[in-house]
C-alpha cells in the first residue's frame, strides 16, 4: 500500500489543514497533585454488613432492605437462613414475646473431645453469641391469639440436637398443655449432636412421646421446616406435627443427598430433598412463604379451634 493510501485509510489530516487557533478540549476531571496523598491510618473502610448478597441468584442489595423484605431475596425469592430472634419479631404481634426456659444450658458431661474438648466449642460459642443452645422458647400473641414457639438456632453447633433441646421442647409441651395453646417447632438442624453420643439420640423418643400427650390434650402441632432439616429432628419431631409446613427451597431429609448419591451410585431426581419435592411426594401439607407465613398459620389455626 502506498504511503497516500495509507493517510487516506487513516484520515490522516495534513498539519496545514488543522485549525492551530481551536481552544483545547476541556477536561472534566483535572488532578491537582500527582498520587494518593492519603495515609493508610486515615483511609476510611467501608464496614462490613452494610450489603448482602443472594447465594441463589447472585443479586445485591442492602441489608436494610433485606430485613424489611424478611430476609427475602427481592429479586429470585429466595429465603436467607434467619435465627431465633428474626422468627420471633416476624410472627409475635408488635415483635413482643417472652422467653422461656433461658437458663438452661449445655454441659460436656461425658468429656468429649474430638480436634477439641465439647466444652471448649461450648465457652468459644457462648464467648461469640448470646445463645445458650440450638433452641430458644417464647410465647406471645400471633394476630391476636396466644401460641408458645420453639425455633432452632443453625449458629449454635448447626442446630444440633441435644440434651437441652429435648429438655426445653419437653417444658414447652407442658406449657402449651397448661396454658391450652397451640405449639409451634421450627425446625433448623443437621441432625443429633455427636459430642452428646446416646443422650442426644434419646430426646428422638422424649421429644416424640412429649407430642403425645400434647394429641390426648387435644391441641395443634405445627412443624415448619426450613432450611436445612436433617437427621434425628427430621426422624423425629419435625415430621409429627398435626399440619407440616416448609419455606420455599428448604432442604430436608434424613442423610444429605451426597451420602445418598454414593451409597445408591445413581443420579439423584432434579430437585431432590426440595420443600417442593417432598411436597410432591406428600410428605408436607403446604409449602408457605415467609411473608405470608404468619397470616396463614393464624387462619389455619383458627379452624382447629372450630
Known amino acids: 500500500m502506498s504511503e497516500e493510501e495509507l493517510k487516506s485509510e487513516n484520515n490522516y489530516i495534513p498539519e496545514e489543514d488543522k485549525n492551530t487557533d481551536a481552544e483545547p478540549k476541556q477536561r472534566w476531571f483535572q488532578r491537582l497533585r500527582k498520587n494518593i496523598q492519603t495515609t493508610t491510618s486515615e483511609k476510611k473502610e467501608v464496614p462490613e454488613g452494610l450489603w448482602s448478597k443472594c447465594p441463589d441468584c447472585n443479586y ?13 431475596c427481592p429479586k429470585c425469592g429466595y429465603h436467607h437462613r434467619i435465627g431465633s430472634e428474626d422468627y420471633f419479631k416476624i410472627l409475635f404481634d408488635d415483635k413482643a414475646f417472652k422467653e422461656h426456659f433461658a437458663n438452661i444450658k449445655s454441659v460436656d458431661f461425658l468429656g468429649f473431645t474430638d ?12 464467648s461469640k453469641t448470646d445463645l445458650k443452645d440450638s433452641m430458644r422458647v417464647a410465647s406471645g400473641n400471633m394476630n391476636g391469639a396466644p401460641i408458645i414457639i420453639a425455633c432452632m ?6 442446630g444440633s440436637l441435644g440434651s437441652v433441646m429435648g429438655e426445653k421442647f419437653s417444658r414447652a409441651v407442658n406449657y402449651a398443655i397448661d396454658k391450652k395453646i397451640p405449639f409451634m417447632v421450627i425446625s433448623k438442624s443437621g441432625g443429633a449432636r455427636m459430642m452428646e453420643s446416646a443422650f442426644s439420640l434419646m430426646q428422638m423418643a422424649k421429644t416424640s412421646a412429649k407430642l403425645s400427650e400434647l394429641s390426648d390434650a387435644q391441641l395443634p402441632y405445627v412443624s415448619l421446616l426450613t432450611d436445612p432439616t436433617f437427621g434425628g429432628v427430621s426422624a423425629s419431631f419435625a415430621m409429627l406435627g398435626d399440619i407440616n409446613i416448609a419455606e420455599p427451597g428448604a432442604l430436608i431429609g434424613f442423610a444429605g443427598p451426597r451420602i445418598i448419591k454414593e451409597t445408591i451410585r445413581k443420579d439423584l431426581p432434579k430437585g431432590f430433598q426440595r420443600s417442593e419435592f417432598l411436597l410432591d411426594h406428600g410428605f408436607l401439607d403446604f409449602i408457605v412463604d415467609r411473608k405470608t407465613l404468619k397470616d396463614k398459620l393464624s387462619v389455619m389455626l383458627r379452624h382447629f379451634k372450630v
Open 115 to 126: 480436634l477439641k474438648s465439647y466444652q471448649k466449642r461450648l465457652d468459644d460459642i457462648y
Open 60 to 72: 445485591i442489595c442492602t441489608s436494610s432492605e433485606l430485613e424489611e423484605n424478611l430476609f427475602v
Open 153 to 158: 438456632d443453625f449458629a449454635f453447633i448447626g
